[in-house]
């Protein structure tokens, strides 16, 4: 109850905050110009509620040419920065474009819809309304690049040229972070600017040459590009990596292992802005991912306690979405089988979307994480593209929804592998036989329908696992009786291949395999799962000592 009533104190002094900025222009205007207003800034509260503080960061990073500094270092939230941005006049109800195309360049493209934007029409209108400068951009590519361990070598090398009272703290859970507040040092020391990066360029070549090659798009295309272009899409793929294993895409994947889907979704794989007509050679020592990871060491799992198991089920709905029929006989089979395998399960079922964010958060906070190997958390609803439905219709992003337990958030999950797996729709609502239906909303969401990746759902850090039942722009099937086909395939799978000693990717590739073969009774449909990871080892449970739970009746 304190909680939500100091939640309600906080948005009406954000509200009086935003009445303050807007009170010039209001005075003597219609109620209808009033009501438009008020309407705009709870969109921007909104906004404000489903970014993490990463966001933020990000945020300030890529205002950095666009508002005064010394402004923007007291900037705390993403309200903070609306304010400013009102406030110079980038950003009013009749222009939120520079504000779509920054949550377009920090990937929260779950949002774009609140300000009446899909992530196709940013990308139509970036060459000429973007603001956000190429120079910019590259930067901000390379500081997601940027791993723990390289900030700390580059943070070495750099030692004489920067102030050490002003070089930022490196800690893991806030890598990237700390790699935005490195770069802005170096441009207040005068080492780094738009027309001169050999600093940068030299550092890349000493901790990771792969990091090089965005730096030498960068130059490329200066040259290449009149000087009055004043926006450069940034390729949203190239060599990453996420802690210490490194992920080379294919063209059809994101800057996140996608694994398993063999349909070329262009809108997923959004590889033809800017870059991408200059094609990376990956290094020979790195051409085979399989051999590499056959190299890896597997994540600890001889600890006193195995983990915790969330599983969110959410069945009945309060307006106009569908019951999910079947859907109880998946929350049962995942938490026998999670339970067969060691772990603490708990079961929640008919959230809303506050409830789940507010049983997210007292997880997050658990102390018990400590002594646990894992943290595995399963979601079943309805669902659009990047986030699910709670009880209330009101959506929650998946994005979010993990950011719960990154390292920063909650660090006695850190270097623990974290697994989600989601049960919901990605995408438009399809005519289903009677038996089986799908987990979308029944309206027609046609204009609201955006393109997210599971890649851009994961959090930007290592030891993270997303499982989603369908990848992007498209719907899943749940028979109203045997239960939804991803979840019981996983359960399936899970007790077939752990005796095997398989680890948890093979595992999924077995589960994509399963789904990929299920048509409906009608052989009209289909459907594919798709997981993403940042897994820097490989996860394996032990062998239960019981028979799987398909075994013990």
């Known amino acids: 109850m304190k909680s939500c009533y100091k939640d309600c ?21 219609s109620n209808m110009e009033a009501d438009v207003s008020l309407k705009f800034r ?38 903070d920065i609306f304010q400013l941005l009102m406030a110079e006049e980038y950003l009013n109800e009749e222009d939120t474009f520079l504000l779509a195309e920054l ?59 920067l102030p050490k ?99 070329n979704d262009n809108k997923a794989a959004n590889l033809t802005q800017g870059f991408s007509d200059m094609n990376l050679e990956l290094p020979g020592e790195f051409s085979n991912v399989e051999n590499e990871s056959k190299k890896m060491t597997s994540y600890k799992m001889d600890g006193p306690h195995r983990g915790f198991c969330l599983v969110i089920n959410n069945v009945n709905f309060d307006k106009s979405l569908q019951e999910r029929k079947g859907s109880c006989k998946d929350a049962g089979e995942l938490e026998r089988v999670f339970t067969w395998l060691g772990l603490d399960v708990r079961t929640y079922t008919d959230l809303t979307s506050q409830e789940i964010k507010d049983l997210l958060r007292t997880w997050q906070h658990l102390q018990d994480h400590k002594d646990r190997d894992c943290f595995i958390c399963c979601i079943l609803s309805h669902g659009e593209s990047g986030a699910i439905y709670g009880k209330d219709e009101e959506l929650v992003s998946i994005r979010m929804i993990m950011s719960h337990f990154t390292a920063k958030q909650c660090p006695q999950l850190a270097e623990k592998p974290k697994l989600f797996f989601i049960q919901a729709c990605q995408g438009k609502e399809i005519q289903c036989p009677v038996y089986v239906e799908v987990d979308a909303r029944i309206p027609d969401l046609s204009s609201m329908q955006q393109s997210i990746s599971p890649s851009e759902s994961i959090p930007e850090e290592a030891d993270f696992l997303l499982g989603m039942a369908t990848i992007d722009g498209y719907v899943s099937f749940r028979h109203i009786q045997q239960g939804a086909w991803y979840i019981q395939a996983l359960c399936s799978k899970l007790q077939l291949l752990v005796p095997r000693g398989e680890d948890i990717l093979s595992i999924l590739t077995e589960v994509n395999e399963d789904v990929g073969r299920r048509v409906d009774r009608l052989g009209t449909k289909k459907q594919m799962p798709q997981p993403a990871y940042t897994l820097r080892r490989k996860f394996i449970f032990p062998i239960p000592r019981d028979p799987p739970p398909s075994q013990q009746h």
Request: aromatic share 6%.
């Open 103 to 161: 949550l377009y360049r920090i990937k929260c493209h779950s949002l774009l819809k609140k300000l009446g934007y899909t992530k196709e029409k940013v990308q139509e209108c970036l060459h000429k309304k973007g603001r956000v400068s190429p120079y910019r951009q590259m930067l901000y590519e390379l500081s997601e690049n940027i791993t723990n361990e390289m900030l700390k070598d580059i943070i070495f090398l750099l030692q004489n040229c």
């Open 9 to 29: 104190c906080i948005k009406i002094q954000v509200l009086l905050a935003f009445a303050f900025y807007f009170q010039a222009d209001t005075v003597g205007s």
């Open 42 to 79: 709870q969109q921007l509260l909104l906004i404000d509620e489903n970014l993490v503080a990463e966001d933020v960061a990000a945020l300030k990073f890529l205002c950095t040419d666009l508002l005064p500094f010394r402004k923007l270092e007291s900037v705390k939230s993403a309200v």
């Open 165 to 263: 009272r002003r070089i930022p703290l490196v800690c893991e859970e806030r890598a990237k972070c700390s790699a935005l507040e490195l770069l802005i040092l170096l441009e207040k020391q005068g080492l780094l600017t738009e027309n001169n990066v050999q600093m940068l360029e030299e550092v890349c070549m000493n901790v990771s040459p792969d990091l090089l090659e965005t730096v030498n798009c960068y130059k490329r295309a200066k040259v290449s590009l009149p000087r009055q272009e004043n926006t450069l899409p940034i390729k949203e793929s190239s060599l990453s990596h996420s802690g210490d294993f490194r992920v080379f895409p294919s063209p059809q994947e994101t800057s996140i292992k996608s694994v398993g889907s063999n349909i």
